[in-house]
């Protein structure tokens, strides 16, 4: 199984300002199978990237991802109020997918 | 417009069952792989199953894997868990969610807005 850690657990940020957002795999994901979701309290999931660094349908250019390997990173360029948020990394490239287990951005 | 509509959760007893059901409309069922990812109280996200758009391939959580079973009716557009000799672990939020593509090699598009187990005696 490919453990997915995420890093920080919580992050403590200001409006307008940059958030990054690390993903650590246990074992190499191809950058293909490795996705990022937004979760806001008492929603569903919403799928910001895919292929690691492809937004999906709607998402602002503020959101980008990267990385390669075991090392993915989500960023998001200056921080919107409806940005506050958790964040979950996931791979879906070998049973079982895995998510990371979230970090949550919360205003400073 | 996408839509997935989960249905079937409730309050159960340990050891019991329940199948929960997800409608889906807006796309072509049949063309795309779904998955069920579920939530438990103040928790991250747990990957459950998923089901390749066919039905032919399926994959479960070791978690789950013998207790659960996932499904499709691709004439119904509706997908299917049942859930087996549940316990206190299951207690959840359950989303269905459909994938990219019918491979299940893809990310989770969409997702609908999940049903609530709770096993508890």
């Known amino acids: 199984e490919i453990v997915l850690t995420q890093s920080p657990g919580t992050l403590s940020l200001s409006p307008g300002e940059r958030a990054t957002l690390s993903c650590r795999a246990s074992q190499s994901v191809s950058t293909t199978y490795l996705g990022w979701y937004q979760q806001k309290p008492g929603q569903a999931p919403r799928l910001l990237m895919y292929g690691a660094s492809s937004r999906a349908t709607g998402i602002p250019d503020r959101f980008s991802g990267s990385g390669s390997g075991t090392d993915f990173t989500l960023t998001i360029s200056r921080l919107e109020p409806e940005d506050f948020a958790v964040y979950y990394c996931q791979q879906y490239g070998s049973s079982p997918w895995t998510f990371g287990q979230g970090t949550k951005v919360e205003i400073k | 417009e996408v839509q997935l509509l989960e249905s079937g959760g409730e309050l159960v007893q340990p050891g019991g069952s329940l199948r929960l059901s997800c409608a889906a409309s807006g796309f072509t069922f049949s063309s795309y792989a779904m998955s069920w990812v579920r939530q438990a109280p103040g928790k991250g996200l747990e990957w459950v199953s998923v089901?390749?758009?066919?039905?032919?391939?399926?994959y479960y959580a070791d978690s789950v894997k013998g207790r659960f079973t996932i499904s499709r009716d691709n004439s119904k557009n509706t997908l299917y868990l049942q859930m087996n000799s549940l316990t206190a672990e299951d207690t959840a939020v359950y989303y269905c969610a459909n994938h990219f593509h019918t491979s299940v090699y893809t990310a989770l598009d969409y997702w609908g807005q999940g049903t609530l187990v709770t096993v508890s005696s």
């Open positions: 089901i390749s758009g066919s039905g032919g391939s399926t």
